[in-house]
């Protein structure tokens, strides 16, 4: 089964650049989406389709796929985008799988 | 404005059954595939399947085939996930997501807000 690999937890100061990986085989060759999940709600789509923001997502937040990895890239960090970081590969198929997750704490 | 809402909190016994519901509204039920997560204890988020509300064509991660069934009556714009025969293990919360499509690429954009299952006995 495919599987998509996250670092466990990445760590910025405020008003930092950020960025978290998700590496898979061939990655680049799926569409990649990213949710943030907050303690105690539910997951909000921040990225689809490797580059695209929801409407209601701040600019400052950024995708990229290429190769064997996806980054999702938070520049000028604030306090409230602390939260866990899933990646989510569409491949095609509706059989999807997420990443492990990746914590984001703003120091 | 879509919305999906999920049934509340369950406490059931090992071996009791149990089916939880998602109802959508401000979109086309029937034309939007929806996704089931499972999120254990302070872990991440878990693949179960995906059902189409049209024709309840329902597709499983192999991780849950065979231990939960998703099914949904469209009349009430409902989806429905239930266990047969519950265990310990499936202490979790259970969210519904709305996968949207735009070409070429789809995703899962709108998010119940998650239904706790505890099974203890």
């Known amino acids: 089964s495919y599987e998509l690999a996250q670092p466990p937890s990445v760590s910025v100061s405020p008003g930092q650049t950020v960025s978290i990986t998700c590496s898979g085989d061939?990655?680049?060759?799926?569409?990649v989406c990213w949710y943030q999940q907050k303690p105690g709600q539910s997951p909000v789509l921040v990225i689809f389709?490797?580059?695209k923001r929801p409407s209601g997502i701040p600019e400052r937040f950024s995708g990229s796929n290429s190769g064997n990895t996806a980054t999702l890239t938070i520049s000028g960090t604030q306090a409230m985008d602390e939260a866990d970081y899933y990646c989510q590969a569409w491949g095609g198929s509706i059989n999807w799988v997420f990443g492990g997750g990746t914590k984001l704490t703003v120091l | 404005e879509v919305q999906l809402v999920q049934s509340g909190a369950e406490v059931k016994k090992p071996g009791e059954s149990l089916k939880i519901s998602c109802k959508g509204s401000g979109y086309s039920f029937t034309t939007d595939w929806i996704g089931w997560v499972r999120q254990m204890p302070g872990k991440g988020l878990e693949w179960m399947g995906i059902i189409y509300p049209g024709d309840s064509d329902a597709r499983y991660s192999p991780s849950f085939q065979g231990q939960v069934t998703m099914s949904a009556d469209k009349s009430i714009s409902t989806a429905y996930l239930q266990w047969s025969s519950l265990r310990a293990s499936d202490t979790a919360i259970y969210f519904c997501?709305?996968?949207?499509?735009?070409?070429?690429?789809?995703?899962?954009?709108?998010w119940g807000q998650g239904t706790l299952v505890t099974v203890s006995s």
């Open positions: 997501a709305r996968q949207s499509c735009s070409d070429p690429s789809c995703y899962l954009e709108d």
């Open positions: 389709q490797d580059t």
């Open positions: 061939d990655l680049g060759d799926k569409y």
